[in-house]
């Protein structure tokens, strides 16, 4: 899965990478940790956009009483996006999650109560983005809009089957010429496969 993830780049090179402008206000993107569990409001890209948005990690669909669902919301499995009755309805929201890495433990026995942390980058440390997909959800009472996304994720490739060895997953990561195709709407079952470019862990 992916809750905890890396942004390790300058505002600049976030723009330039990506075609997009940031909040006249944010100059600085870097954060060394991004934690799911936190909800924070994370960078998306956002189809037909010219700038980035913010959007609160861990999907709200539009039915949710309150914002209690979140917490099983920050990651959903490509391959059952259309059973599952939180994410069905915002399969054609489509996003891009910037991201420079992503966290994952290794358990070191059987019940998980030895494990060690990895980070896991592109071979050549730069940017790369999770396929994401987006909700908006209205509280009721009191008016507030809170729009939302998580990170899709699907069977893990070689070296993250090693890594998160319980339940072999890791998220969608997008080659840079498919994030036009994910972001225009093409079948989402096209990219339930594991990520094939090399990737790096670094045992922290």
């Known amino acids: 899965?992916?809750?905890?993830?890396?942004?390790?780049?300058?505002?600049?090179t976030l723009e330039h990478r990506f075609q997009k402008k940031l909040p006249m206000t944010q100059s600085q993107v870097t954060k060394m940790v991004i934690n799911g569990f936190e909800h924070p409001k994370i960078l998306v890209t956002l189809?037909?956009?010219?700038?980035?948005?913010?959007?609160?990690?861990?999907?709200?669909?539009?039915?949710?009483?309150?914002?209690?669902?979140?917490?099983?919301?920050?990651?959903?499995?490509?391959?059952?996006?259309?059973?599952?009755?939180?994410?069905?309805?915002?399969?054609?929201?489509?996003?891009?999650i910037p991201a420079t890495g992503f966290y994952e433990w290794q358990w070191l026995d059987e019940k998980g109560k030895n494990k060690q942390k990895y980070l896991i980058q592109n071979l050549d440390n730069t940017l790369f983005s999770f396929a994401g997909i987006t909700s908006q959800w209205i509280d009721k009472a009191t008016g507030e809009i809170k729009n939302t996304c998580c990170i899709l994720t699907t069977q893990a490739n070689?070296?993250?089957?090693?890594?998160?060895?319980?339940?072999?997953?890791?998220?969608?990561?997008?080659?840079?010429?498919?994030?036009?195709?994910?972001?225009n709407g093409a079948d989402y079952q096209l990219f339930a496969f594991p990520y094939q470019v090399p990737l790096q862990s670094l045992m922290l």
């Open 47 to 96: 189809p037909h956009s010219t700038h980035f948005d913010f959007y609160e990690w861990g999907l709200i669909p539009h039915w949710a009483k309150d914002v209690s669902i979140q917490k099983s919301t920050l990651n959903a499995r490509i391959e059952t996006l259309a059973e599952k009755a939180s994410f069905k309805n915002a399969i054609q929201n489509r996003c891009l």
């Open 1 to 12: 899965m992916c809750f905890y993830f890396q942004m390790s780049v300058d505002a600049q």
């Open 158 to 183: 070689e070296i993250m089957s090693k890594i998160h060895n319980t339940k072999q997953r890791m998220p969608v990561i997008l080659a840079e010429k498919n994030e036009a195709d994910w972001l």
